[in-house]
């Protein structure tokens, strides 16, 4: 079952724009992830935010959380060429045995034009 | 560098062949992850292993069955394959909770995927 459902399933910008992708999810959470995917390849962890905090920053990416309306945003500022790629958020939850299992969402698809 | 990896990045099969995909990694982790994925549907689990022999399944197990002898080594069976299986494979891995019984989804490492097409 999807819990995160990111917003826009597609995004086209230029270089040195800033790319806003959005999720949201249904269930209360531990942790919420990001992850990219370049085409047809594994994907790669990008951040993680705790329940607890709010905002988080990796380099050129920025990440927010709001657990009172269930939703995440990231942004990649002065986004490059090389950042065109689908990403996912995934929320991480305890179940029993606590075995870490993420549910994924669909993906947004993030075209940057030099 | 760690690294997770998978048998092959491109498989063609016939329908009603077994079908083995073997992922392997090198970071000692407890669980163990498959994953098909498929335009507009994301990421959908098939099985998962917390530890070796141990197996759960996820949401769409039906048709496949995996096997964990050693901790290194997770396995995707497609016992008799057909063409609605034909998909990208994802394998991952992560570390468990631990003793701090520390809960919530620990960041997951995947593997390059596999495509692989049923005729």
């Known amino acids: 079952s999807q819990q995160g459902e990111e917003d826009p399933q597609a995004l086209s910008i230029q270089e040195g724009e800033n790319a806003t992708m959005n999720c949201s999810y249904k269930t209360s959470i531990n942790n919420l992830q990001w992850y990219r995917q370049n085409s047809g390849r594994g994907l790669v962890h990008l951040i993680l935010?705790?329940?607890?905090?709010r905002e988080k920053h990796s380099g050129r990416l920025r990440v927010t959380l709001d657990t009172s309306k269930k939703s995440s945003s990231l942004l990649i500022t002065a986004s490059r060429a090389a950042d065109t790629a689908s990403y996912f958020c995934a929320t991480g939850d305890f179940f029993s045995g606590g075995y870490n299992k993420l549910i994924f969402g669909a993906g947004t698809r993030l075209a940057v034009h030099p | 560098d760690v690294k997770v990896t998978q048998s092959s990045r491109y498989l063609v099969k016939r329908t009603g062949e077994k079908v083995f995909l073997e992922c392997v990694q090198d970071?000692?982790?407890?669980?163990m992850f498959w994953y098909r994925q498929d335009p507009g549907l994301g990421l959908r689990l098939i099985y998962f292993?917390?530890?070796?022999?141990?197996?759960e399944k996820g949401d769409i197990p039906e048709g496949y069955s995996v096997s964990r002898e050693k901790k290194e080594r997770f396995s995707l069976i497609l016992e008799s394959a057909s063409t609605n299986q034909t998909s990208m494979y994802l394998c991952?891995?992560?570390?468990?909770?631990?003793?701090?019984?520390?809960?919530?989804?620990?960041?997951?490492?995947f593997g390059p995927g596999t495509r692989l097409t049923v005729l």
């Open positions: 991952a891995s992560s570390r468990g909770p631990g003793t701090s019984g520390r809960a919530g989804g620990n960041e997951q490492f």
């Open positions: 970071m000692d982790h407890e669980n």
């Open positions: 935010i705790r329940s607890n905090e």
């Open positions: 292993s917390y530890d070796v022999k141990m197996k």
